[in-house]
């Protein structure tokens, strides 16, 4: 069973914000909040992780909820070339290694 | 440059036929393992392993091997392929440690089985 929900697909228009959300909410105090994309059938690329405080990097901004049961990852102006499946992972040493990616959110963004 | 090297990169074999696909990574990672991605599934873990000469099994080890002798190699066995093998496969690795699991991924190895 995934150990994190995300919607199916979502649409975004060029140059706004896109929000992509995900619900963790079996999240272990240790664990790790990991998010990838894929662009089309190309290996995942890794864009932000964060364990409970808000990350920002060049790519992506991560905003955790206070209790750590859901996040958002912010691409703060999107372009055609953020289309892609976006992957959201809980992982920390109580894993041991097991990963379940789920099928993730395909963003769209339109022109 | 940092990468991880899958091989062959596209594949058609035939029933039966044993297959391994390579995976190699020169970054000194502890962590590799293998995912098959099927349409409509994502992507589903088909073994792991934490080290040299440790490995376990994911979500959908039925049907495959794998061996871990050097750090370095990580490679997927298929010893009788059959036509629900035929999908499209990454390897990744990563340093261990709880805040290091930013993983890198191959290119992908997209494998018919007929």
């Known amino acids: 069973d995934a150990k994190t929900t995300q919607p199916p697909s979502m649409d975004c228009a060029e140059g706004r914000a896109a929000n992509l959300p995900c619900n963790h909410s079996t999240i272990s105090g240790n664990e790790y909040v990991y998010w990838y994309r894929q662009i089309h059938s190309q290996g995942p690329q890794y864009i932000i992780h964060?364990?409970?405080n808000n990350e920002t990097n060049e790519m992506a901004s991560l905003i955790i909820t206070e209790d750590r049961k859901s996040s958002t990852l912010i691409l703060p102006h999107a372009t055609l070339r953020d289309t892609a499946v976006y992957y959201c992972?809980?992982?920390?040493?109580?894993?041991?290694?097991?990963?379940?990616f789920g099928q993730g959110t395909t963003l769209q963004v339109k022109p | 440059e940092a990468q991880v090297t899958q091989n062959p990169r596209y594949l058609i074999t035939v029933t039966g036929k044993k297959l391994t696909v390579t995976c190699s990574q020169n970054?000194?990672?502890?962590?590799m393992s293998w995912y098959r991605q099927d349409p409509g599934l994502g992507l589903r873990q088909i073994y792991y392993s934490m080290n040299v000469e440790v490995t376990d099994k994911g979500d959908v080890p039925e049907g495959y091997k794998v061996s871990r002798k050097e750090k370095r190699n990580f490679p997927l066995i298929l010893e009788s392929p059959s036509p629900n093998q035929t999908s499209l496969y990454f390897c990744?690795?990563?340093?261990?440690?709880?805040?290091?699991?930013?993983?890198?991924f191959g290119e992908g190895s997209r494998l018919t089985v007929l």
């Open positions: 970054m000194n990672h502890e962590y």
């Open positions: 992972i809980s992982w920390g040493s109580s894993n041991t290694g097991k990963l379940i």
């Open positions: 990744a690795s990563s340093r261990a440690g709880v805040d290091t699991g930013e993983l890198f």
């Open positions: 964060g364990l409970k």
